[in-house]
Protein backbone atom coordinates (compact mmCIF):
# COMPACT_ATOMS: atom_id res chain seq x y z
CA UNK A 1 0.00 0.00 0.00
CA UNK A 2 1.57 3.23 -1.34
CA UNK A 3 3.03 5.27 2.17
CA UNK A 4 2.06 2.86 4.62
CA UNK A 5 4.05 -0.03 5.41
CA UNK A 6 2.96 -3.49 7.55
CA UNK A 7 4.56 -3.80 11.14
CA UNK A 8 7.77 -5.36 11.35
CA UNK A 9 8.05 -9.16 12.28
CA UNK A 10 12.12 -8.85 13.17
CA UNK A 11 13.80 -8.96 16.52
CA UNK A 12 13.35 -5.93 18.57
CA UNK A 13 15.67 -4.78 21.76
CA UNK A 14 13.31 -3.32 23.94
CA UNK A 15 13.85 -0.17 25.47
CA UNK A 16 12.99 0.60 29.44
CA UNK A 17 9.66 1.37 29.06
CA UNK A 18 8.67 -1.77 27.33
CA UNK A 19 5.74 -3.36 28.21
CA UNK A 20 6.27 -6.85 26.95
CA UNK A 21 8.32 -8.47 23.86
CA UNK A 22 5.97 -9.78 20.92
CA UNK A 23 7.03 -12.60 19.01
CA UNK A 24 5.15 -12.39 16.00
CA UNK A 25 2.84 -9.86 14.17
CA UNK A 26 0.21 -10.34 11.81
CA UNK A 27 0.20 -7.68 8.75
CA UNK A 28 -3.43 -6.94 8.84
CA UNK A 29 -2.67 -3.05 9.97
CA UNK A 30 -1.32 -0.73 8.00
CA UNK A 31 0.86 2.24 9.57
CA UNK A 32 2.31 5.43 8.43
CA UNK A 33 6.05 5.27 8.37
CA UNK A 34 7.07 8.73 8.55
CA UNK A 35 5.17 9.51 11.82
CA UNK A 36 7.37 6.58 13.44
CA UNK A 37 10.15 8.15 12.87
CA UNK A 38 9.51 10.70 14.96
CA UNK A 39 8.29 8.54 18.01
CA UNK A 40 11.01 7.85 20.95
CA UNK A 41 13.53 4.83 20.73
CA UNK A 42 15.31 3.29 17.71
CA UNK A 43 14.14 1.95 14.35
CA UNK A 44 14.82 -1.67 15.11
CA UNK A 45 12.25 -1.35 18.40
CA UNK A 46 9.38 -2.50 18.11
CA UNK A 47 6.45 0.15 17.11
CA UNK A 48 4.49 -0.67 19.94
CA UNK A 49 6.87 -0.23 22.48
CA UNK A 50 7.55 2.85 21.25
CA UNK A 51 4.05 4.33 20.82
CA UNK A 52 3.49 3.45 24.36
CA UNK A 53 6.54 5.28 25.49
CA UNK A 54 5.26 8.63 24.09
CA UNK A 55 1.73 8.30 24.61
CA UNK A 56 3.35 7.61 28.39
CA UNK A 57 5.15 10.52 28.38
CA UNK A 58 1.57 12.71 28.64
CA UNK A 59 1.01 11.20 32.40
CA UNK A 60 2.82 10.78 35.59
CA UNK A 61 2.95 9.09 38.98
CA UNK A 62 0.24 6.94 39.68
CA UNK A 63 -1.09 7.26 36.34
CA UNK A 64 1.31 6.42 34.19
CA UNK A 65 2.00 3.25 36.17
CA UNK A 66 -1.35 1.95 35.98
CA UNK A 67 -1.62 2.87 31.92
CA UNK A 68 1.25 0.86 31.98
CA UNK A 69 0.17 -2.27 33.64
CA UNK A 70 -2.83 -1.93 31.81
CA UNK A 71 -0.62 -1.84 28.38
CA UNK A 72 1.45 -4.80 29.80
CA UNK A 73 -2.27 -6.63 30.48
CA UNK A 74 -3.35 -6.36 26.49
CA UNK A 75 0.16 -6.83 25.20
CA UNK A 76 -0.25 -10.14 27.18
CA UNK A 77 -3.33 -11.00 25.69
CA UNK A 78 -2.64 -10.58 21.90
CA UNK A 79 1.32 -12.40 22.75
CA UNK A 80 -1.18 -15.41 23.55
CA UNK A 81 -3.26 -14.73 20.31
CA UNK A 82 -0.11 -14.65 18.23
CA UNK A 83 -0.92 -11.14 17.21
CA UNK A 84 0.53 -7.50 17.32
CA UNK A 85 -0.59 -5.31 19.42
CA UNK A 86 -1.14 -2.59 16.68
CA UNK A 87 -2.40 -5.19 14.08
CA UNK A 88 -5.28 -6.05 16.90
CA UNK A 89 -9.11 -6.16 15.28
CA UNK A 90 -12.17 -5.62 17.46
CA UNK A 91 -12.66 -9.44 17.50
CA UNK A 92 -9.45 -9.62 19.36
CA UNK A 93 -10.46 -6.49 21.89
CA UNK A 94 -13.94 -8.51 22.23
CA UNK A 95 -12.31 -12.21 22.97
CA UNK A 96 -10.07 -10.00 25.81
CA UNK A 97 -13.28 -8.49 27.41
CA UNK A 98 -14.85 -12.09 27.42
CA UNK A 99 -11.71 -13.73 29.00
CA UNK A 100 -11.47 -11.11 31.59
CA UNK A 101 -15.46 -11.44 31.98
CA UNK A 102 -15.50 -15.47 32.51
CA UNK A 103 -12.20 -16.68 33.47
CA UNK A 104 -10.65 -17.07 36.99
CA UNK A 105 -7.44 -14.68 37.14
CA UNK A 106 -4.22 -15.88 38.38
CA UNK A 107 -3.97 -12.99 41.30
CA UNK A 108 -7.43 -12.91 42.51
CA UNK A 109 -8.88 -16.19 41.54
CA UNK A 110 -12.55 -14.60 40.55
CA UNK A 111 -13.32 -13.06 37.00
CA UNK A 112 -12.37 -9.35 36.62
CA UNK A 113 -15.01 -7.01 37.32
CA UNK A 114 -17.02 -4.91 35.48
CA UNK A 115 -14.86 -0.74 36.80
CA UNK A 116 -11.66 -2.98 35.67
CA UNK A 117 -12.26 -4.13 32.58
CA UNK A 118 -14.31 -0.23 32.14
CA UNK A 119 -11.10 0.90 32.77
CA UNK A 120 -8.53 -1.39 31.10
CA UNK A 121 -10.72 -0.19 27.46
CA UNK A 122 -10.39 3.21 28.63
CA UNK A 123 -6.85 3.45 28.86
CA UNK A 124 -6.67 1.33 25.42
CA UNK A 125 -9.43 3.49 23.80
CA UNK A 126 -6.98 6.61 24.98
CA UNK A 127 -3.65 4.69 23.55
CA UNK A 128 -5.23 4.13 19.76
CA UNK A 129 -6.72 7.11 20.34
CA UNK A 130 -3.63 8.94 20.98
CA UNK A 131 -1.86 6.88 18.03
CA UNK A 132 -4.50 7.93 15.60
CA UNK A 133 -4.90 11.49 15.62
CA UNK A 134 -1.68 12.60 17.98
CA UNK A 135 1.02 10.77 16.82
CA UNK A 136 -0.78 10.23 13.14
CA UNK A 137 0.97 6.86 12.85
CA UNK A 138 -1.99 4.18 13.40
CA UNK A 139 -5.32 3.92 11.23
CA UNK A 140 -7.58 2.02 13.12
CA UNK A 141 -8.35 1.54 16.55
CA UNK A 142 -9.71 -1.96 17.38
CA UNK A 143 -11.49 -0.27 21.00
CA UNK A 144 -13.58 2.06 19.16
CA UNK A 145 -16.56 0.37 18.81
CA UNK A 146 -16.26 -2.29 22.21
CA UNK A 147 -18.99 -2.32 24.28
CA UNK A 148 -17.91 -1.23 27.49
CA UNK A 149 -19.38 -3.50 30.65
CA UNK A 150 -22.04 -1.58 32.73
CA UNK A 151 -20.33 -0.88 36.14
CA UNK A 152 -22.77 -0.78 38.99
CA UNK A 153 -23.56 2.14 41.29
CA UNK A 154 -22.11 0.31 43.88
CA UNK A 155 -18.75 -0.32 45.44
CA UNK A 156 -17.54 -4.05 45.03
CA UNK A 157 -14.51 -3.32 47.11
CA UNK A 158 -15.23 -5.52 50.46
CA UNK A 159 -16.21 -2.87 53.19
CA UNK A 160 -15.32 -3.21 56.79
CA UNK A 161 -17.45 -2.78 60.35
CA UNK A 162 -16.24 -0.57 62.64
CA UNK A 163 -15.49 -3.45 64.93
CA UNK A 164 -13.39 -5.00 61.86
CA UNK A 165 -11.38 -2.42 61.34
CA UNK A 166 -10.48 -1.94 64.86
CA UNK A 167 -9.43 -5.47 64.70
CA UNK A 168 -7.25 -4.88 61.91
CA UNK A 169 -5.74 -2.18 63.55
CA UNK A 170 -4.71 -4.18 66.63
CA UNK A 171 -3.27 -6.80 64.99
CA UNK A 172 -1.27 -4.43 63.05
CA UNK A 173 0.06 -2.72 65.88
CA UNK A 174 0.49 -6.41 67.03
CA UNK A 175 2.66 -7.06 63.88
CA UNK A 176 5.10 -4.16 63.48
CA UNK A 177 5.63 -0.10 63.43
CA UNK A 178 5.41 0.22 59.37
CA UNK A 179 2.36 -2.29 59.24
CA UNK A 180 0.35 0.26 61.75
CA UNK A 181 1.36 3.07 60.85
CA UNK A 182 0.51 2.29 57.63
CA UNK A 183 -2.42 0.58 58.38
CA UNK A 184 -3.69 3.62 60.44
CA UNK A 185 -3.42 5.95 57.82
CA UNK A 186 -5.13 4.10 55.60
CA UNK A 187 -7.93 3.41 57.85
CA UNK A 188 -8.03 6.99 59.36
CA UNK A 189 -7.03 9.41 56.25
CA UNK A 190 -9.14 7.24 53.25
CA UNK A 191 -5.54 7.36 51.09
CA UNK A 192 -4.95 5.07 48.14
CA UNK A 193 -2.11 2.45 48.95
CA UNK A 194 -0.13 4.47 46.25
CA UNK A 195 -0.49 7.64 47.50
CA UNK A 196 0.35 6.60 50.81
CA UNK A 197 3.33 4.49 49.68
CA UNK A 198 4.48 7.35 47.04
CA UNK A 199 5.19 9.87 50.40
CA UNK A 200 8.39 10.56 51.31
CA UNK A 201 9.45 11.50 54.86
CA UNK A 202 10.06 15.17 54.12
CA UNK A 203 5.97 15.23 53.02
CA UNK A 204 5.61 14.74 57.05
CA UNK A 205 4.99 17.92 59.06
CA UNK A 206 3.54 20.71 60.38
CA UNK A 207 0.49 23.26 58.22
CA UNK A 208 -1.57 25.92 60.81
CA UNK A 209 -1.20 23.43 63.68
CA UNK A 210 -2.04 20.30 62.18
CA UNK A 211 0.33 17.86 61.70
CA UNK A 212 0.08 16.80 57.97
CA UNK A 213 0.78 14.70 54.71
CA UNK A 214 1.72 15.85 51.48
CA UNK A 215 0.43 13.28 48.60
CA UNK A 216 -0.18 13.29 45.37
CA UNK A 217 -3.14 12.50 44.01
CA UNK A 218 -4.52 10.57 40.81
CA UNK A 219 -3.37 12.76 38.08
CA UNK A 220 -0.50 14.52 39.88
CA UNK A 221 -2.42 16.87 41.90
CA UNK A 222 -0.61 17.35 45.31
CA UNK A 223 -2.76 17.77 48.47
CA UNK A 224 -1.73 18.00 52.20
CA UNK A 225 -3.75 15.44 54.24
CA UNK A 226 -4.76 15.96 58.63
CA UNK A 227 -3.31 13.15 60.58
CA UNK A 228 -5.42 12.35 63.44
CA UNK A 229 -3.58 11.87 66.88
CA UNK A 230 -3.66 7.80 66.16
CA UNK A 231 -2.20 8.00 63.01
CA UNK A 232 0.66 10.63 64.27
CA UNK A 233 1.13 8.13 67.08
CA UNK A 234 2.05 5.28 64.86
CA UNK A 235 4.07 7.23 62.41
CA UNK A 236 5.97 8.90 65.19
CA UNK A 237 6.98 5.20 66.82
CA UNK A 238 7.50 4.13 63.16
CA UNK A 239 9.95 7.09 62.13
CA UNK A 240 11.65 6.67 65.63
CA UNK A 241 12.33 3.00 64.97
CA UNK A 242 14.12 3.82 61.56
CA UNK A 243 15.43 7.08 63.20
CA UNK A 244 14.12 9.62 60.79
CA UNK A 245 13.65 13.15 62.22
CA UNK A 246 9.94 15.01 60.63
CA UNK A 247 10.36 18.35 59.38
CA UNK A 248 11.58 20.83 61.87
CA UNK A 249 11.56 18.11 64.86
CA UNK A 250 14.15 16.75 67.31
CA UNK A 251 15.19 13.60 66.93
CA UNK A 252 13.88 11.39 69.37
CA UNK A 253 16.39 10.65 72.52
CA UNK A 254 18.12 6.88 72.24
CA UNK A 255 18.39 7.67 68.05
CA UNK A 256 20.81 9.57 66.35
CA UNK A 257 24.82 9.31 65.93
CA UNK A 258 24.99 8.35 69.49
CA UNK A 259 22.01 5.86 69.68
CA UNK A 260 20.69 2.90 68.03
CA UNK A 261 19.91 4.45 64.53
CA UNK A 262 21.25 6.86 62.68
CA UNK A 263 18.78 9.94 61.45
CA UNK A 264 17.00 10.08 58.33
CA UNK A 265 15.38 13.20 56.77
CA UNK A 266 15.37 11.98 52.99
CA UNK A 267 13.50 9.76 51.12
CA UNK A 268 10.92 6.93 51.24
CA UNK A 269 7.87 7.45 54.36
CA UNK A 270 7.71 3.76 54.15
CA UNK A 271 10.98 1.49 53.84
CA UNK A 272 11.35 -2.06 52.67
CA UNK A 273 12.69 -4.53 54.81
CA UNK A 274 16.61 -3.42 54.79
CA UNK A 275 16.06 0.04 54.22
CA UNK A 276 16.86 2.23 51.37
CA UNK A 277 13.88 1.01 48.78
CA UNK A 278 10.63 2.45 49.14
CA UNK A 279 7.98 -0.36 50.61
CA UNK A 280 6.31 -2.13 47.51
CA UNK A 281 2.82 -2.27 46.79
CA UNK A 282 2.67 -6.02 46.83
CA UNK A 283 4.05 -6.52 49.60
CA UNK A 284 2.18 -4.19 51.38
CA UNK A 285 -1.49 -6.23 49.67
CA UNK A 286 0.42 -9.38 50.96
CA UNK A 287 0.60 -8.44 54.48
CA UNK A 288 -2.94 -6.66 55.05
CA UNK A 289 -3.99 -10.63 53.77
CA UNK A 290 -2.49 -12.04 56.25
CA UNK A 291 -3.13 -9.71 58.78
CA UNK A 292 -7.00 -10.26 58.11
CA UNK A 293 -6.57 -14.45 57.82
CA UNK A 294 -4.99 -13.91 61.35
CA UNK A 295 -8.04 -12.18 62.96
CA UNK A 296 -10.97 -13.86 60.91
CA UNK A 297 -11.69 -10.78 58.40
CA UNK A 298 -13.54 -11.40 55.31
CA UNK A 299 -11.68 -12.42 52.23
CA UNK A 300 -11.18 -10.17 49.58
CA UNK A 301 -9.90 -6.96 51.52
CA UNK A 302 -7.36 -5.21 49.95
CA UNK A 303 -6.07 -1.51 50.60
CA UNK A 304 -8.95 0.10 48.93
CA UNK A 305 -11.40 -2.06 51.63
CA UNK A 306 -10.17 0.52 53.89
CA UNK A 307 -10.37 3.71 51.44
CA UNK A 308 -14.00 2.14 51.04
CA UNK A 309 -14.62 1.74 55.06
CA UNK A 310 -13.15 5.30 55.62
CA UNK A 311 -16.26 6.08 53.27
CA UNK A 312 -19.14 4.49 54.88
CA UNK A 313 -17.73 5.05 58.37
CA UNK A 314 -17.32 8.96 57.98
CA UNK A 315 -20.90 8.72 56.25
CA UNK A 316 -22.50 6.79 58.93
CA UNK A 317 -20.86 8.92 61.75
CA UNK A 318 -22.89 12.35 60.52
CA UNK A 319 -19.55 13.66 58.06
CA UNK A 320 -20.81 15.80 55.00
CA UNK A 321 -20.78 14.12 51.64
CA UNK A 322 -18.63 16.98 50.13
CA UNK A 323 -15.90 16.76 53.10
CA UNK A 324 -15.78 13.37 52.45
CA UNK A 325 -15.24 13.43 48.77
CA UNK A 326 -12.96 16.47 49.18
CA UNK A 327 -11.16 13.74 51.72
CA UNK A 328 -10.94 11.52 49.43
CA UNK A 329 -9.94 13.29 46.48
CA UNK A 330 -13.41 12.71 44.57
CA UNK A 331 -13.81 14.95 41.58
CA UNK A 332 -17.34 13.60 41.04
CA UNK A 333 -19.93 13.85 44.14
CA UNK A 334 -21.40 10.13 42.65
CA UNK A 335 -17.87 8.65 42.96
CA UNK A 336 -18.18 9.39 46.77
CA UNK A 337 -21.57 8.01 46.85
CA UNK A 338 -20.99 4.75 45.42
CA UNK A 339 -18.56 4.11 48.48
CA UNK A 340 -21.73 5.11 50.89
CA UNK A 341 -25.00 2.60 48.43
CA UNK A 342 -23.15 -0.44 49.22
CA UNK A 343 -23.82 -0.52 52.88
CA UNK A 344 -25.76 2.40 54.29
CA UNK A 345 -28.34 3.28 51.90
CA UNK A 346 -29.69 0.15 53.02
CA UNK A 347 -29.81 1.25 56.61
CA UNK A 348 -31.79 4.48 55.87
CA UNK A 349 -34.00 3.34 53.20
CA UNK A 350 -37.78 4.64 53.04
CA UNK A 351 -38.83 1.14 53.03
CA UNK A 352 -38.12 0.76 56.42
CA UNK A 353 -39.99 4.00 57.66
CA UNK A 354 -42.98 3.70 55.61
CA UNK A 355 -43.36 0.24 56.90
CA UNK A 356 -42.61 1.41 60.57
CA UNK A 357 -45.74 4.45 59.96
CA UNK A 358 -47.95 1.47 58.97
CA UNK A 359 -47.74 -1.30 61.38
CA UNK A 360 -45.48 0.19 63.77
CA UNK A 361 -43.06 -2.63 63.00
CA UNK A 362 -39.26 -1.73 63.09
CA UNK A 363 -36.46 -3.81 60.78
CA UNK A 364 -35.35 -7.00 61.58
Known sequence: MTGERALSTAPTTIPATAVVPMVTVAPSLAVRPAPLDRLPGA?????????????LLGY???????????????????????????????????????????????RTGRPTSAATIARRLSALSRFYDYGIHDAQFLTHSPVASVRRPRVSDDSQAVGLTAEELRCLLAAAAAHSNRTHALVALLTFCGLRIGEALGADVSDYGHDHGHRVLRITRKGGKAARVPLPPPVVRALDDYLAETGTKPAGEALAEGTGASGRFEPRASGPLFLAAGGGRRYPYTSAYEQLGRLCRAVGLPRGVSPHSLRHSYATESLRLGAALQDVQDAMGHADPRTTRRYDRSRHNLDRSPNYLLSRSLTGEDAG
Open 43 to 55: SGDDPFHRLAAAW
Open 60 to 106: GGHTQAAYRRDLSAWATWCQQLDVHPLAAQRFHVDAWVRHLTTQPQP
